[in-house]
């Protein structure tokens, strides 16, 4: 399978406090991309990296990528109940489409 | 339209019965791409479009799957004779590029289909 791995496959944590999500991928990319899923919805778009970008902000959103290590991570800040969701990147590279990652199930407690 | 529109939202098929699943693309997208999600993780690459032409069919199965986009109408794929092992979501996406570029892709809310 060209599927990356996310880890931890699950994640709960208290409202206020940080979340990491981590994601591997296997190979060259052109982007990453980070979706969210609300249970039994469509992907929603979060955040686009390009592969010479290193590190991108949005909001409460935090975006690393370490193309040597082919990794990237995922930070959520001051977490809130309604970001309760499964999280997913997903990398393009020469193949004309998306490779997603196995994804994160994030709990945020109130 | 702005939003990628996925019907039906559900679709229950028996067995060997045949499965329709439509996708109208955001308005200006030239791209358009079919994923099926199996078991709430695992997403898998099916079939994309350039407009009408197919870009990327290296995900389709060989046999029963079929996916058409014509001009003026909803993007389709189509399953014929189901089997058990078809249930899955099936979300469509579009997009001004080709998803190797660096651009965002827009998905719909999926079509869930069961097989029973």
């Known amino acids: 399978s060209q599927q990356g791995e996310e880890d931890p496959q699950a994640l709960s944590i208290q409202e206020g406090e940080n979340a990491t999500m981590n994601c591997s991928y296997k190979t060259s990319i052109n982007n990453l991309q980070w979706y969210r899923q609300n249970s039994g919805r469509g992907l929603v778009h979060l955040i686009l990296?390009?592969?010479?970008?290193r590190e991108k902000h949005s909001g409460r959103l935090r975006v690393t990528l370490d193309t040597s290590k082919k990794s990237s991570s995922l930070l959520i800040t001051a977490s809130r109940a309604a970001d309760t969701a499964s999280y997913f990147c997903?990398?393009?590279?020469?193949?004309?489409?998306?490779?997603f990652g196995s994804g994160t199930q994030l709990t945020v407690l109130p | 339209g702005e939003e990628v529109a996925q019907t039906p939202k559900h679709l229950v098929r028996g067995e060997g019965q045949k499965a329709k699943l439509y996708c109208a693309p955001i308005?200006?997208?030239?791209?358009v791409f079919w994923y099926q999600q199996v078991l709430k993780n695992e997403f898998k690459f099916l079939i994309s479009?350039?407009?009408?032409?197919?870009?990327?069919e290296t995900g389709m199965p060989k046999e029963r799957f079929s996916a058409k986009c014509l001009p003026n109408s909803p993007c389709s794929l189509e399953i014929q004779a189901t089997k058990l092992e078809d249930s899955a979501v099936y979300f469509c996406a579009s997009g001004p590029t080709p998803q190797g570029a660096s651009t965002e892709a827009f998905f719909g809310q999926g079509t869930r289909l069961t097989v029973v």
């Open positions: 308005k200006g997208h030239s791209y």
């Open positions: 990296i390009r592969s010479n970008e």
């Open positions: 479009f350039q407009n009408e032409n197919v870009f990327d």
């Open positions: 997903a990398s393009s590279g020469s193949a004309r489409q998306l490779t």
